[in-house]
């Protein structure tokens, strides 16, 4: 199976390939187009801000290339929000691919949200053997509001999507690769799927 993560200079790459290599996969660092549309499961990472990641993907190509991806493609955290319409975040638009805005925790809220938070309300493949209530790994202070593509929601001063599905495209807020063993089971349900 080839794996690519979208290697466009704004996401946390490294621990992502690790967690791939302990599940017993190999994992190829990309930006180059025609790998990504050649490979059969696609990571989309992001870590930092908005808008200055949105300008890489743009430099790149990478913007209208990843909503055309065919093969499951899973964004996590700020790949995930990238993937929806709009955020707040440095007023940017996004990929389109999820149909909500992404907003700010409101300022009664600690911000960013950073440490373990419960899974709830879990409504996909991409959960198979995960329970309810389980913990993952966040870090963010932006998030997408409850919409009918969630499959996963979490409570922080407001409840919102924890994980989104539409199509072949898949987006987690939070960390598998640094999730544990929760982690490591979502991202092995992810590559399995289709299989």
Not at 59 to 87: A, F, H, N, R, W
Not at 105 to 116: A, L
Not at 170 to 195: A, R
């Amino acid at each position: 199976m080839k794996i690519i993560i979208i290697n466009y200079g704004a996401g946390n790459i490294q621990s992502i390939k690790f967690a791939i290599q302990r599940l017993g996969y190999e994992a190829v660092l990309s930006k180059n187009p025609e790998e990504i549309i050649a490979a059969d499961k696609v990571i989309f990472p992001g870590v930092g801000e908005a808008s200055s990641a949105m300008k890489k993907l743009k430099e790149s190509g990478l913007d209208t290339l990843i909503s055309k991806l065919q093969q499951p493609v899973l964004g996590i955290c700020l790949g995930m929000q990238l993937m929806c319409t709009y955020t707040e975040e440095g007023d940017t638009q996004g990929l389109g691919i999820f149909d909500v805005e992404v907003i700010r925790f409101n300022s009664g809220t600690k911000v960013p949200q950073i440490g373990w938070n419960q899974l709830e309300s879990l409504k996909s493949p991409l959960f198979k053997g995960v329970v309810e209530k389980e913990y993952v790994y966040l870090v963010h202070s932006y998030y997408a509001p409850v919409i009918k593509e969630t499959i996963a929601q979490s409570t922080y001063g407001v409840t919102y999507s924890t994980a989104l599905h539409k199509d072949n495209f898949y987006g987690t807020q939070f960390h598998p690769e640094k999730s544990s063993d929760v982690g490591e089971k979502i991202l092995k349900n992810f590559l399995e799927i289709g299989n």
